[in-house]
């Protein structure tokens, strides 16, 4: 386990909590994982509890209050993410896959917190794209290995070409800079500022419209989540809405009558999620170019087609195909065998503001460390609930949160006896070790790790999930025992 780092390092300006994380990682040594291991943080955040802060900050020695701020933590995580002073909604802020400009780590090597704004594809510093992904092995970029700037397949990034774009594609890119107050795009905004919509929104509010509006373009009309491959454009989309706003209400028109055919239409949503009494009349303004003769009016339909709702919910269509369980329970049918019947809208609308992020059997495993077998048997002993809160069977999806929390949860309680630390030990999910901890048999264990009358030998931070936790064999295989 880690004590204080060594090396300290002072984050610099801009830079993300991830970035400053990992660079203070590298300079002693150690891995991002450990780091977040010994901060009892079970996966790669940017928003972690404030107690994992404290531990960051004794670690880092850097003053709690300066990592808090750097995080994107606010009182409602699962809605909102914060950036600099602003809070933004969830959607704008994500670190699920790195992003990064080439001529910008070229001057200093550090993660800049704004790649991590789902608004942004390019750079407007270095008028080039963003990089999504490794130009040699086509992997998008992680928050995993050791080095910040080499691939796992040996390519360093540092040499990835950058690709420009024409400033005159970069005028929307800039807008979002300055409303985040980016040094040198502060002058972008000023005018923008006292006009509509923007002089009747906060920041938060504001990016968001462009961001739905961004979202009726036919190239992007597949876009739900930062990640999607179409994010590479996001900047020429951003410059169309952005014009149209300048136009305000006027140019408005003409940009949504050219809108994709979704059939959620993003500007209504955002219409309809904005608070009473605030920017009222951008609402009745954007309703009103929305409005369209009483007989062309499109009924919102109550169901959606697995296909329709795989884009909302941000997973593929072929996954969600397979998801039968969720299928029938989005469908709102409780017979099995249900799942062509179309699904309801209010259910999908439901799911998707309840959940993080879906996850199979086998994504669910890896976060644990265990086989599939062995989740299995914690699901079914209802140690995780499934989205649909039934028992799993093939294709059923787990909310990424639940899997987290219960991590968190073994995690927190577990007891270390140093004296236990010796002889042979095992761990979760192994079947090969005496006695054997996968399927069934370690759900006693895991029973009485949660509590509290079966302590473990020490904790092993640079293992995954319940992988970390080291059990002393003869005393595992006593507390079996006892129990059956
Ligand atoms: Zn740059
Ligand atoms: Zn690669």
Redesign the pocket.
């Known amino acids: 386990m880690l004590s204080r780092l060594r090396f300290r390092e002072t984050p610099i300006d801009g830079e993300s909590l991830l970035g400053f994380l990992w660079r203070v990682a590298a300079r002693n040594c150690a891995t991002l994982g450990t780091l977040h291991g010994t901060a009892g943080i079970t996966y790669r955040t940017n928003s972690p509890t404030h107690h994992a802060l404290e531990r960051l900050a004794d670690l880092t020695g850097v003053a709690v209050n300066v990592l808090d701020e750097m995080s994107c933590r606010t009182n409602a995580p699962s809605r909102t993410r914060r950036f600099g002073k602003h809070i933004l909604p969830r959607r704008l802020v994500s670190w699920q896959r790195r992003r990064f400009?080439p001529?910008?780590i070229a001057e200093s090597p550090h993660h800049r917190a704004i790649w991590d704004i789902s608004l942004v594809s390019a750079?407007p510093?270095?008028a080039?794209r963003l990089v999504f992904q490794c130009d040699a092995c086509g992997k998008s970029l992680e928050w995993l290995g050791d080095n910040l700037w080499t691939c796992r397949c040996g390519r360093d990034f540092t040499r990835i070409p950058a690709k420009s774009i024409a400033h005159a594609d970069l005028v929307g890119t800039q807008v979002v800079y300055g409303m985040l107050d980016q040094p040198s795009f502060k002058a972008e905004v000023q005018e923008l500022r006292v006009i509509l919509p923007f002089a009747d929104l906060d920041v938060g509010q504001g990016l968001d419209l462009l961001h739905s509006l961004a979202m009726t373009r036919p190239a992007l009309a597949h876009w739900s989540v930062p990640g999607d491959e179409a994010d590479e454009n996001v900047h020429l989309a951003l410059n169309e809405a952005l014009e149209a706003c300048r136009r305000w209400p006027t140019g408005m028109e003409a940009f949504l009558a050219s809108a994709a055919q979704r059939f959620n239409d993003p500007v209504r949503i955002w219409v309809r999620a904005l608070p009473s009494g605030v920017g009222e009349q951008v609402k009745s303004d954007l309703l009103e170019c929305l409005a369209t003769p009483e007989n062309e009016q499109p009924k919102e339909a109550q169901t959606v087609s697995i296909k329709e709702a795989a884009p909302i919910l941000g997973i593929p269509v072929a996954r969600l195909q397979r998801a039968h369980n969720v299928c029938t329970f989005l469908s709102g049918k409780r017979m099995r065998g249900m799942t062509r019947a179309p699904l309801l809208r209010s259910l999908v609308f439901k799911l998707l503001s309840s959940t993080e992020r879906l996850l199979t059997k086998l994504e669910a495993s890896e976060i644990l460390g265990v086989p599939p077998m062995t989740f299995e048997a914690i699901v079914q002993a209802g140690l995780v609930l499934d989205v649909t809160g039934k028992a799993p069977s093939s294709g059923t999806l787990y909310d990424s949160a639940e899997v987290h929390r219960f991590l968190d949860e073994v995690l927190e309680r577990l007891i270390v006896n140093p004296a236990l630390d010796r002889g042979q030990e095992v761990r979760l999910g192994s079947s090969t070790t005496q006695p054997a901890l996968h399927g069934r048999r370690c759900i006693p264990v895991l029973r009485g790790i949660l509590d509290g009358r079966l302590r473990c030998a020490r904790v092993d931070e640079q293992a995954i999930g319940l992988h970390r936790i080291v059990l002393n064999a003869i005393e595992t295989s006593r507390f079996i025992a006892s129990e059956s």
């Open positions: 400009c001529g910008c750079c510093l270095h080039c």
